[in-house]
């Protein structure tokens, strides 16, 4: 059921076929590289490109920009306490800003942290302390077409086995992200929660939920937890964060801002750590890495998010767009996550082998073909590694309506058609570090 209706609107248009051509070329196939004016559907990231509702443009022009003591991060403080739980925040610029404060907290060199799968910058700032960030997923979480619950749980087995082999002392961390985004954006059920806090109990560890999608997480949980059948989404929420000692958080999620984050805890000594550290790193504790204004849209954005129309809505429309595709014969991940469908590029290209790029020729012929712009999880993005190879179409907050969704299932049907013909590509430059090349390196057609 549609929650909300249009009050502002932003004009988009499709550019011409010789223009899509040209700004591909030009891009180095690399679509990071294109201006987001020549996308006529932009699903690259769910991340700080969702629509604000009015009640959150209304709190930005009351927004306190006092540098201490400001009334907007009262009100910050009241919504974390209110939605997740928590006593204590510090806010920062965005989620790994968050990252920073705590992890830099919490872990020293020679560590090691455990999660169910960690993020991209979740992986780099344990990493930038010397600590060894290692994944515990389930083992069907990369499994494409297995059907599953809650396929983005933590694998305590795993973690086990883990630290038999390195002895407790060496794991002060673990973390839980939910929804498991690096694992198809899978969610994570209490019960799996409940059961790692007593894991990081028995090896005496902080225990800290990535909190980024909370609210999609608790949707799933009230639909496919039978203790849950009948609470509200705001309860389930509560009930989940609230077997962790701390929170981070990226305001550009389930924060349902552009930009913004924050660290949460009611430990009262990690608090004083992470304050001192953000002062360093983001600023006085009460603004952290955001102005007044941005932290009070957060606040309201915090307790929409937890609204069961507005959530509800969220993961049906993610569902719709998977059976759209699913209709036009696109293979895809299955059951589709909270944020985001994943393309099985693999099978869809299958003439391309891996060294070949079959998800970054995915991604180029469906901009090609009808200006969409999705993002390859793949040989391009992880190389080195035996992952699938995915495209993510992620579907921003509240931005797109069914007819752009629409757009896209026959932009992926056309190309599908013609799938035969499309080129592999190969590296033509590619910048000093390989964890990131998916963003700047450029490439080219093999011309067969
Ligand atoms: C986005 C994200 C982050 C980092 O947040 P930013 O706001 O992009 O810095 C961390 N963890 C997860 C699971 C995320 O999805």
Redesign the pocket.
Same mark, same amino acid.
């Not at 965005?94 to 990252?99: D, K, L, V, W």
């Given at each position: 059921m549609v929650a909300y209706k249009s009050k502002v609107v932003e004009r988009i248009q499709l550019p011409s076929r010789e223009r899509r051509e040209r700004a591909l070329e030009q891009a180095g196939y690399n679509v990071f590289d294109l201006a987001a004016e020549d996308v006529f559907i932009d699903l690259l990231t769910d991340? %700080?490109t969702g629509a604000m509702s009015d009640e959150q443009w209304a709190a930005l022009l009351r927004g306190d920009e006092a540098y201490a003591g400001s009334r907007s991060f009262d009100e910050l403080e009241s919504a974390v306490g209110e939605v997740m739980g928590f006593s204590n925040v510090v806010p920062t610029h965005? *989620?790994? *800003?968050?990252?920073n404060v705590l992890y830099g907290t919490l872990l020293e060199d020679g560590d090691v942290a455990l999660n169910n799968t960690h993020?991209d910058?979740?992986r780099a700032h344990v990493a930038n302390q010397g600590a060894d960030p290692v994944d515990c997923p389930v083992a069907r979480a990369h499994d494409l077409t297995v059907d599953g619950p809650f396929k983005g749980n933590f694998s305590l087995d795993r973690a086990r086995s883990v630290v038999d082999d390195v002895g407790s002392e060496r794991v002060p961390l673990v973390i839980l992200?939910v929804t498991n985004?690096?694992a198809a954006g899978q969610p994570v059920s209490v019960e799996n929660t409940r059961r790692v806090r007593e894991f990081a109990d028995e090896i005496d560890a902080t225990f800290v939920i990535?909190a980024?999608?909370f609210a999609e997480n608790a949707a799933f949980v009230a639909r496919r937890e039978a203790e849950f059948a009948d609470a509200e989404i705001g309860e389930i929420a509560r009930e989940q964060l609230g077997y962790a000692d701390a929170l981070?958080m990226? %305001? @550009? @999620?389930d924060g349902l801002v552009n930009?913004?984050?924050f660290v949460a805890t009611d430990d009262e000594a990690l608090f004083e750590k992470c304050k001192q550290r953000a002062i360093l790193y983001e600023g006085f504790p009460t603004y952290g890495g955001m102005a007044g204004r941005d932290v009070a849209a957060m606040a309201v954005g915090l307790r929409e998010a937890v609204e069961e129309a507005y959530v509800t809505d969220r993961i049906d429309q993610v569902r719709a767009f998977a059976a759209m595709l699913e209709d036009v014969g696109v293979p895809i991940y299955t059951p589709p996550g909270g944020h985001a469908v994943y393309l099985d590029a693999g099978a869809t290209l299958p003439h391309l082998s891996p060294d070949e790029f079959p998800g970054q020729a995915l991604v180029c012929a469906l901009y090609r073909e009808g200006g969409v712009r999705g993002v390859e999880l793949g040989s391009f993005a992880f190389p080195g590694t035996d992952r699938p190879e995915l495209v993510r179409l992620a579907v921003p907050r509240r931005t797109y309506h069914d007819e752009h969704l629409e757009h896209v299932a026959e932009t992926a049907a056309a190309v599908l058609e013609t799938r035969e013909s499309i080129d592999g590509l190969e590296i033509a430059s590619e910048p000093a570090v390989p964890e990131l090349r998916h963003f700047t390196a450029s490439l080219e057609p093999i011309s067969s």
């Open positions: 991340s %700080g965005q *989620g790994r *800003g968050a990252e993020f910058t979740t992200t985004n690096s990535d980024c999608r981070v990226s %305001g @550009k @999620k930009a913004g984050g």
